[in-house]
């Protein structure tokens, strides 16, 4: 077992002593990696519970000037996103090098409808004045709804956890399409799809954060 | 998994047909890990774990002797009660750089990545960590952490104190805090991927034998360390992050002005530095596991207790983080909490240094140098721990906290603790990374030197903090002066003891004596290859039948393997026919 | 050298279901947050739909139901910290005299 096993494919590392060890530990260090994903985000988590604790009319008050609609459209949008990207594990799996280039361009198409969502939401509301720190000048009426002390506190919440989630979408949509080239020129097949596989699990913790952001910052009534 | 008979003779086999036959390593290597790979561009860009762990080990000694000379400057500073040759704002600068080099560039990676990443495989009789290519990344993430850091020095610096307090660092006008905030921002993946990569190769890559209760300790205590440093690492990120926010764009999550809370700024800071302090001890105890069973010639006494232990310190050392809070205004309700808590996390660490003691009992002890470092530990760790514990208690520590007592005794478990670990574990695998012996009266009188100059230098810290001389100020009232000049002798036979180590150590390696394999005839699995070892550690696949610290076994059961299957794979074949001949001439 | 198991091959029919059943969960979500439940209940019933969409998402979408279980294990792991993080900064935040330590 510890022997090296009768062929040594091009795909397996030396190091490793047949393609399962290496596919095994690619998708343990991959986990490993979630978890300390989580706790980065967990950090931001913890800032908004902590603020909300304290000032909860500030948040129900802050949430208003969130579009329920559009946070919620992102929502099924990464949904589809985190099935079209099974879908091309699934194709990969199942040696569909077509069906894997599809789904994988769905995947990317979809991310990019997001991150062009949340572009014009941020230029609404910086259009309003509603700007993170420093920046916070909010227009007359909306001074006059957002009456709360501690408003620009919100919204520098609201600003970096929607801020860093949408930069690991950006970092997301650059894995896809290196896969996406990889696909093309047929580097996967059912023997060997590590990369598609650990970069499904990276896009599938991105939807499960915003799983989380949409009702805790839209969804505030 | 192929078991192999108890026989210890030359051929065992398996029912899978496979031989398992003795491989006794060579004395004098003709190709070693050094000489395979040749030239500055190979080692820039190897994904061997030993070269990369030997290049940690130079920028960690490169940091540290930097950090030290910084050290030696406040010191000196601080011979006289008014300035004596540096300003005050210089004088903020310096320790504030003092410190977060040593946390974050010498301490957190050093036992780690340094003697982690050479040590690791081979104890688990891998050809390598799980992901190589991740782990020279992590080395360069280090380095370019480095670099961004000092380039907030070119940037007007910063003079917070490593700890970067707000509202003070967010509201400095300050580039220099940016550029620092960024540069540990970086460092922290490299210490995460470092963590990643143990924590697979632990669970996936160990060689056919090693079940986990027969791991050695020091592989335990990686394990723990890894755990931490992917739990914890991570918040620090969101925190500095935050920070950097902070200090653009005024976010105002940390500044009461803005509304926000400095507390809350603490909370994560600590969340990541308490458990960044079992970052740096913990990979310390499980050299010292090593060390005391090899010079003891006798199996470690409680595997189990020593082995839970590191985990116990891993989970409770991330529920203590408000002990660094006392004063700081949080509720009374947390305080009473953290306070419980801390005396909590002493009992695995204490649980640590009773079995230590015991394993010593009727061992044939050998006093090598590395074994004089583990007792040098064991006393003063034993001093910081209980001075650690002292501090826990609330009443004390309103008194006592940001005062010199705090200093000495992080000093006495950091430096007392983990760097004298390293210099244990530094000593007592020189010969297998190098295949050179060093000097060995010379290493015993830098160890006087070091054990001697420590002592004066903080011993009357913790008089003078208790007497209530402020940490971190430039200027003192004249009672303490007797107490500032005997800390900065022992500082300077502090720094001659570390000149004396670089000094042999350097001198090894062109004229040392050749090490053999196993000098200290471990029964560890990393001395059964040659030293230096080969390229991918050993020329066969190790089989393990007995536990790391099973002294009463005779050695040539600790040198089973497997042999290569000859010409299964042509990139292999010269391995195979080479480990072949090896194993012909053995019979 | 084709053995997969291990390597669990899901159903595009597996996938779908999953898929719509998230989106049925996204719709109820929205819903019940316009229709303003009494104050702690929202949260609650909000955090209770998010919580069954990530398990929907972690076990079938990252393939955790049918993995070795150490991957759950780890998953399991980090929310445990985070809820440690959470509630010992609690600790602190809901108890303190005044919110801000005033100067």
């Known amino acids: 077992m510890a022997n090296h096993s009768a062929t040594h494919p091009k795909h397996v590392q030396h190091h490793f002593v047949d393609s399962n060890q290496q596919f095994e530990s690619a998708k343990l260090g991959m986990w490993v990696f979630l978890v300390n994903e989580i706790l980065f985000f967990g950090g931001l988590f913890c800032a908004y519970i902590v603020f909300r604790a304290w000032y909860p009319e500030l948040f129900t008050q802050a949430a208003l000037e969130l579009n329920t609609f559009w946070g919620a459209v992102n929502t099924v949008v990464l949904i589809g996103s985190s099935l079209t990207v099974a879908m091309a594990i699934r194709s990969a799996q199942n040696n569909q090098k077509r069906g894997l280039e599809i789904n994988l361009l769905i995947t990317i198409f979809l991310a990019c409808v997001f991150l062009v969502i949340k572009y014009f939401e941020y230029e609404h509301k910086l259009h309003l004045g509603i700007a993170p720190g420093s920046f916070w000048n909010p227009t007359e009426e909306i001074a006059a709804v957002l009456d709360h002390p501690k408003a620009n506190i919100f919204f520098g919440i609201y600003y970096m956890m929607t801020g860093v989630h949408g930069l690991h979408v950006i970092v997301g949509i650059g894995l896809m399409v290196w896969l996406y080239l990889r696909a093309r020129k047929g580097h996967f097949n059912s023997e060997y799809y590590t990369p598609v596989e650990i970069t499904g699990l990276y896009w599938h913790l991105v939807d499960l954060i915003w799983i989380f952001l949409f009702p805790l910052l839209y969804l505030i009534e | ?587 | 050298m084709s053995e997969h198991h291990g390597h669990h091959v899901a159903s595009a029919k597996q996938l779908w279901t999953v898929g719509i059943a998230l989106l049925i969960l996204t719709f109820l979500t929205v819903f019940l947050a316009s229709i303003g439940l009494p104050s702690p209940l929202d949260l609650v019933t909000a955090m209770t739909i998010a919580l069954t969409k990530a398990f929907l998402v972690a076990a079938f979408f990252m393939g955790l139901y049918w993995d070795t279980k150490f991957n759950s294990m780890l998953l399991i792991g980090a929310l445990a910290f985070f809820i440690l993080m959470v509630s010992i900064t609690l600790l602190d935040t809901l108890y303190r005299d005044d919110i801000v330590p005033s100067f």
Do not use: C
């Open chain 2, 1 to 587: 998994m192929a078991s192999a008979s108890t026989s210890a003779t030359n051929a065992a086999s398996t029912p899978t047909k496979l031989k398992v036959k003795r491989f006794a390593p060579a004395e004098t290597p003709t190709n070693t890990y050094l000489t395979d790979e040749k030239g500055v561009w190979a080692w820039l860009t190897t994904v061997d774990h030993k070269k990369i762990g030997l290049m940690y080990l130079g920028a960690v000694a490169f940091f540290f002797a930097l950090a030290g000379f910084l050290a030696i400057a406040l010191r000196t500073e601080l011979w006289t009660p008014a300035k004596t040759f540096i300003e005050a704002d210089t004088y903020n600068q310096l320790f504030t750089l003092h410190g977060a080099m040593m946390v974050f560039f010498v301490l957190v990676p050093s036992i780690p990545a340094a003697l982690g990443n050479f040590i690791l495989p081979m104890q688990l009789g891998a050809k390598d960590v799980a992901f190589p290519r991740l782990n020279l990344a992590s080395f360069y993430i280090y380095v370019f952490g480095a670099i961004f850091t000092f380039l907030s020095l070119a940037n007007n610096g910063f003079d917070t104190g490593w700890t970067f307090y707000t509202p003070y660092s967010s509201d400095s006008n300050s580039a220099g805090i940016i550029w620092v905030t960024l540069g540990v921002f970086i460092l922290g993946f490299s210490s995460i991927l470092t963590g990643t990569n143990f924590i697979t190769t632990i669970h996936k890559l160990r060689a056919p034998g090693i079940s986990w209760d027969r791991l050695p300790l020091n592989i335990w205590a990686l394990y723990a360390t890894s755990i931490i440093q992917v739990l914890a690492t991570p918040v620090l990120a969101i925190t500095i992050l935050l920070l950097a926010m902070e200090n653009i764009m005024d976010i105002g999550i940390f500044d009461p002005a803005l509304g926000g809370d400095p507390v809350l700024y603490q909370h994560f800071f600590w969340f990541y530095s308490h458990p960044a302090v079992y970052i740096m001890i913990v990979p310390g105890f499980g050299i010292i596991s090593e060390v005391i069973t090899t010079f003891s010639k006798k199996t470690i006494f409680g595997y189990w207790a020593i082995a839970l232990s590191s985990l116990a310190i891993a989970f409770i050392g991330f529920l203590v983080w408000g002990h660094h809070m006392f004063t700081s205004g949080q509720s009374a309700v947390a305080t009473t909490i953290f306070s419980f808590l801390t005396f909590l996390v002493g009992i695995p660490t204490g649980i640590k240094i009773f079995n230590w003691v015991a394993t010593l009992y009727k061992g044939s002890i050998s006093m090598k140098t590395p074994m004089l470092y583990v007792f040098i530990f064991i006393f003063l760790f034993s001093i910081g721990g209980f001075t650690g514990i002292m501090l826990g208690a609330l009443s004390v520590d309103i008194h006592l906290h940001d005062t010199y007592y705090v200093v000495a005794h992080f000093h006495y478990v950091m430096m007392g603790g983990t760097l004298i670990a390293l210099l244990a574990g530094l000593h007592y695998w020189w010969p297998k990374m190098t295949g050179k012996m060093y000097n060995e009266p010379l290493a015993k009188i830098a160890a006087g030197f070091i054990f001697v100059g420590f002592n004066v230098t903080f011993l009357p810290q913790f008089i003078m903090g208790a007497q209530g001389m402020p940490r971190r100020y430039y200027n003192y009232i004249d009672q303490f002066t007797p107490f500032h000049q005997t800390s900065t002798i022992g500082s300077y036979i502090l720094a001659v003891g570390f000149l004396i180590i670089l000094g042999y150590l350097l001198h090894s390696l062109f004229k040392g004596k050749q090490a053999g394999p196993n000098p200290w005839n471990s029964r560890g699995l990393e001395w059964q290859s040659t030293s230096p070892p080969d390229f991918h550690n050993f020329a066969h696949t190790p089989v393990v039948i007995h536990g790391p610290y099973d002294y009463h076994q005779p050695m040539e059961e600790f040198q089973l393997g497997l042999a290569v299957e000859h010409g299964h794979d042509e990139a292999h074949a010269e391995e195979a026919t080479e480990a072949a001949s090896e194993a012909k001439t053995e019979a």
